[in-house]
Protein backbone atom coordinates (compact mmCIF):
# COMPACT_ATOMS: atom_id res chain seq x y z
CA UNK A 1 0.00 0.00 0.00
CA UNK A 2 1.33 3.01 -0.57
CA UNK A 3 0.40 6.90 0.07
CA UNK A 4 0.10 9.91 -2.13
CA UNK A 5 1.33 13.43 -1.20
CA UNK A 6 0.70 16.65 -2.76
CA UNK A 7 2.45 19.52 -0.42
CA UNK A 8 0.27 22.91 -0.56
CA UNK A 9 4.04 24.86 0.50
CA UNK A 10 5.35 23.52 -2.88
CA UNK A 11 5.53 24.97 -6.66
CA UNK A 12 2.56 22.47 -8.28
CA UNK A 13 3.95 19.61 -10.23
CA UNK A 14 4.49 20.24 -13.88
CA UNK A 15 3.10 16.66 -15.10
CA UNK A 16 0.64 14.52 -13.67
CA UNK A 17 2.16 13.06 -10.39
CA UNK A 18 2.38 13.89 -6.94
CA UNK A 19 4.88 15.30 -5.03
CA UNK A 20 6.14 12.65 -3.06
CA UNK A 21 4.90 8.70 -2.47
CA UNK A 22 5.47 7.05 0.54
CA UNK A 23 5.42 2.88 0.27
CA UNK A 24 6.15 1.41 3.82
CA UNK A 25 8.88 3.64 5.70
CA UNK A 26 10.33 5.30 2.05
CA UNK A 27 9.19 8.03 1.13
CA UNK A 28 10.27 8.76 -2.78
CA UNK A 29 9.97 12.32 -3.98
CA UNK A 30 9.10 13.17 -7.72
CA UNK A 31 11.78 15.58 -9.18
CA UNK A 32 11.53 18.92 -7.34
CA UNK A 33 12.49 21.96 -8.97
CA UNK A 34 13.55 25.51 -7.81
CA UNK A 35 10.10 27.26 -8.65
CA UNK A 36 8.60 29.78 -6.30
CA UNK A 37 5.20 28.72 -5.39
CA UNK A 38 2.30 30.40 -6.34
CA UNK A 39 4.27 32.24 -8.67
CA UNK A 40 6.29 29.67 -10.80
CA UNK A 41 8.75 32.35 -11.26
CA UNK A 42 12.63 30.69 -10.99
CA UNK A 43 14.63 32.75 -9.14
CA UNK A 44 17.88 34.63 -10.64
CA UNK A 45 16.80 33.46 -14.29
CA UNK A 46 17.44 36.13 -16.63
CA UNK A 47 14.83 36.55 -19.88
CA UNK A 48 15.12 38.54 -23.43
CA UNK A 49 12.55 40.03 -25.12
CA UNK A 50 11.42 36.69 -26.58
CA UNK A 51 11.56 35.26 -23.09
CA UNK A 52 14.37 33.19 -23.27
CA UNK A 53 16.37 32.57 -20.37
CA UNK A 54 19.77 34.36 -21.22
CA UNK A 55 21.31 34.49 -17.71
CA UNK A 56 20.65 32.72 -14.37
CA UNK A 57 21.79 32.33 -11.12
CA UNK A 58 22.50 28.59 -9.68
CA UNK A 59 22.85 30.03 -6.10
CA UNK A 60 19.60 31.11 -6.05
CA UNK A 61 17.92 28.79 -7.90
CA UNK A 62 19.46 25.95 -5.78
CA UNK A 63 18.51 27.91 -2.43
CA UNK A 64 14.56 27.95 -3.50
CA UNK A 65 15.56 24.12 -4.73
CA UNK A 66 16.00 23.18 -1.15
CA UNK A 67 12.74 25.34 0.28
CA UNK A 68 10.87 23.28 -1.87
CA UNK A 69 12.34 20.15 -0.65
CA UNK A 70 11.75 21.19 2.93
CA UNK A 71 7.80 22.17 2.12
CA UNK A 72 7.79 18.70 0.16
CA UNK A 73 9.65 16.83 3.57
CA UNK A 74 7.22 18.47 5.99
CA UNK A 75 4.53 17.39 4.36
CA UNK A 76 5.42 13.99 4.16
CA UNK A 77 6.29 14.57 8.21
CA UNK A 78 9.68 14.49 7.25
CA UNK A 79 13.10 15.92 7.03
CA UNK A 80 16.42 16.66 5.43
CA UNK A 81 17.87 14.16 8.22
CA UNK A 82 15.62 11.37 6.67
CA UNK A 83 17.19 11.52 2.95
CA UNK A 84 18.95 8.54 2.00
CA UNK A 85 19.65 9.89 -1.48
CA UNK A 86 19.58 12.39 -3.61
CA UNK A 87 19.86 12.79 -7.71
CA UNK A 88 20.91 16.16 -8.61
CA UNK A 89 20.51 17.11 -12.53
CA UNK A 90 22.26 20.21 -13.64
CA UNK A 91 22.28 21.58 -17.18
CA UNK A 92 25.64 23.28 -17.36
CA UNK A 93 28.09 20.79 -14.95
CA UNK A 94 31.20 22.85 -15.77
CA UNK A 95 29.31 26.49 -15.15
CA UNK A 96 27.28 25.24 -11.84
CA UNK A 97 29.20 22.31 -10.22
CA UNK A 98 31.32 24.17 -7.78
CA UNK A 99 28.96 27.14 -6.83
CA UNK A 100 26.09 24.68 -6.30
CA UNK A 101 28.53 22.05 -4.23
CA UNK A 102 29.01 24.83 -1.91
CA UNK A 103 25.35 26.07 -1.28
CA UNK A 104 24.91 22.29 -1.25
CA UNK A 105 27.05 21.75 1.62
CA UNK A 106 26.00 24.70 3.62
CA UNK A 107 22.29 23.25 3.57
CA UNK A 108 23.16 19.66 4.38
CA UNK A 109 25.77 20.44 6.88
CA UNK A 110 24.47 17.99 9.09
CA UNK A 111 22.72 15.54 7.02
CA UNK A 112 24.75 13.76 4.52
CA UNK A 113 22.30 12.08 2.04
CA UNK A 114 24.22 9.72 -0.32
CA UNK A 115 24.22 12.11 -3.67
CA UNK A 116 24.81 11.90 -7.42
CA UNK A 117 24.94 14.59 -9.51
CA UNK A 118 24.65 14.79 -13.27
CA UNK A 119 24.48 16.93 -16.69
CA UNK A 120 21.53 16.57 -18.54
CA UNK A 121 20.99 18.81 -21.72
CA UNK A 122 17.72 20.37 -20.37
CA UNK A 123 14.76 19.71 -17.68
CA UNK A 124 11.03 19.96 -18.12
CA UNK A 125 10.57 24.41 -17.17
CA UNK A 126 13.56 26.79 -17.47
CA UNK A 127 15.46 25.69 -14.80
CA UNK A 128 19.26 24.95 -14.32
CA UNK A 129 18.85 22.39 -11.45
CA UNK A 130 16.69 19.50 -10.23
CA UNK A 131 16.43 17.36 -7.29
CA UNK A 132 14.62 13.65 -7.38
CA UNK A 133 15.42 12.15 -3.70
CA UNK A 134 14.66 8.62 -1.59
CA UNK A 135 14.09 9.28 2.15
CA UNK A 136 13.56 6.80 5.35
CA UNK A 137 10.51 7.02 7.41
CA UNK A 138 9.48 5.60 10.92
CA UNK A 139 6.97 3.25 10.01
CA UNK A 140 3.48 3.97 10.86
Known sequence: M???ID???????VGAYPHARRVGNLLFLSGLGPRVPGTDEVP???YDADG????YDIERQTRQ???NLDAVLAASGASRSDLVDITVFLTDM???FMRFNAIYAECFSEARPCRT?????ALPTQIAVEFKCIASLDPQ
Do not use: F
Request: net charge negative; no cysteine; proline share 7%.
Open 117 to 121: TVEIN
Open 52 to 55: KVVD
Open 44 to 46: GNV
Open 65 to 67: LVA
Open 2 to 4: SES
Open 94 to 96: ARD
Open 7 to 13: ASGAPQP
